[in-house]
């Protein structure tokens, strides 16, 4: 089952957020992330709030879902425009993710797309983006995504290795992933990214040499890769846990992400945060920008998660209960908290250092820059940039990037 909610403060009932929290949301870049909770199958190291028709039951209605989330965009309207409809800035970017956007009708993606331009207003190089499985989509599906306005498309390829896609309970056949980057440049998709996933039970340096030369060979302009990680409460933790697959190993996933960014550097790709790499400025994800970077945005739909100036939310996990929420005029969120100083400086550190952009020096209280020094010596940051005002990290930085956070705001 996906894991449980956070805890936090009551919510009121209509989503109002407190006025300071308005006040320091003006003009700061705000995006919509799009939650989709339907799978055709639950992958065994999946632990995202996703639902296989099995799991839903009776009462969740999926051909009735778009209107559902633009019930709860009329309340994000209500609630970020109060007193001052020009407060928010137009969408910068808009993020469908999962489960499995693409099993909805394209045109349901397309009328939460019309409706989030009617409700903000949709910047004039706005980045709309879908995650997609592979089996989900056709050349026509990819056709009319780029007609309603679509920009980009995030690809779930995982792996090439038969065996390795088997271990991770992946339904497509190797080599559709490559497919479908070439039918979605045929649709118009000028920005296409693979999604890769290393160190799974079995996975061998060979297999993931030959993942990833495959995707390089398919031509995205984007390339995402990250360490499988057991999640509590699936089926691939279940499995571990009885000795049925062994646990990843963490010197293993250290070696691969090496190969990873030595493999794709060479192609032509470079990073530009820790787990992601583009071959240019502009195939970046400027959504996952608008996290790093701690901007604002609303999260439609069961479990999506929001930030706004410091406060964060989530909704209900269930499809059926968000539904009935939302159809009631009432906010869907189940809890938030209002970050204080300390928090979202911790939050601060923890995003920046994980991008090629790096932190800047002054923004970290006087005991954390008195031991850069100290990481520079271990060859966990670049000493050019500190000499710049910057803290970035080398490729060995980006191995151990939490104890680089921890030696810069735990270690007395």
């Not at 296409?192 to 495959?214: C, K, S």
Request: glycine fraction near 8%; hydrophobic fraction near 40%; aromatic fraction near 8%.
């Amino acid at each position: 089952m996906p894991p449980a909610l956070p805890t936090g403060d009551p919510p009121p009932p209509d989503g109002r957020l407190p006025n300071p929290v308005l006040d320091r949301a003006g003009g700061v870049p705000f995006g919509v992330y799009v939650h989709v909770p339907f799978c055709q199958v639950r992958c065994g190291y999946c632990d995202f709030n996703t639902y296989t028709a099995a799991e839903l039951g009776s009462g969740v209605n999926r051909s009735a879902y778009a209107d559902t989330v633009i019930a709860e965009l009329a309340l994000a309207s209500n609630v970020l425009r109060r007193g001052d409809p020009t407060r928010i800035p137009p969408v910068t970017s808009v993020f469908f993710g999962g489960g499995t956007p693409t099993l909805l009708p394209a045109e349901h993606l397309g009328l939460i797309v019309r409706e989030i331009r009617d409700r903000f207003g949709l910047a004039p190089d706005v980045e709309i983006t879908t995650e997609a499985n592979p089996e989900t989509v056709t050349p026509g599906y990819l056709a009319k995504l780029r007609e309603l306005g679509f920009t980009r498309i995030s690809i779930g390829m995982q792996s090439a290795v038969p065996r390795v896609l088997a271990v991770l309970d992946r339904q497509h056949r190797p080599g559709r992933p490559e497919e479908v980057v070439a039918e979605a440049r045929a649709a118009g998709f000028e920005h296409v990214n693979l999604d890769l996933i290393y160190g799974a039970p079995y996975e061998t340096d060979t297999d993931w040499q030959a993942t990833l030369d495959a995707a390089i060979a398919a031509d995205p302009d984007h390339v995402s890769a990250y360490a499988l990680v057991v999640e509590k409460g699936t089926a691939l933790a279940r499995q571990v846990r009885s000795g049925v697959v062994p646990a990843p190993d963490d010197d293993a996933q250290a070696d691969r992400y090496v190969m990873a960014d030595d493999t794709l550097r060479a192609a032509g790709f470079e990073w530009y945060e820790i787990s992601n790499w583009a071959r240019s400025p502009e195939a970046r994800c400027r959504h996952n920008d608008l996290y790093w970077s701690d901007a604002n945005w609303w999260g439609l739909g069961p479990g999506a998660h929001s930030h706004v100036a410091g406060l964060r939310w989530w909704n209900v996990k269930h499809p059926s209960r968000y539904a009935s929420l939302v159809e009631s005029g009432r906010s869907p969120a189940a809890g938030r908290e209002l970050l204080d100083e300390d928090a979202r400086l911790t939050e601060l550190v923890m995003l920046a250092v994980r991008r090629r952009e790096g932190l800047a020096c002054e923004r970290l209280p006087e005991p954390a820059r008195a031991r850069i020094p100290q990481l520079a010596s271990w060859g966990l940051v670049d000493p050019s940039a500190v000499d710049d005002g910057r803290l970035v990290l080398t490729q060995r930085g980006r191995l151990m990037a939490d104890a680089v956070v921890k030696e810069l705001l735990f270690t007395s």
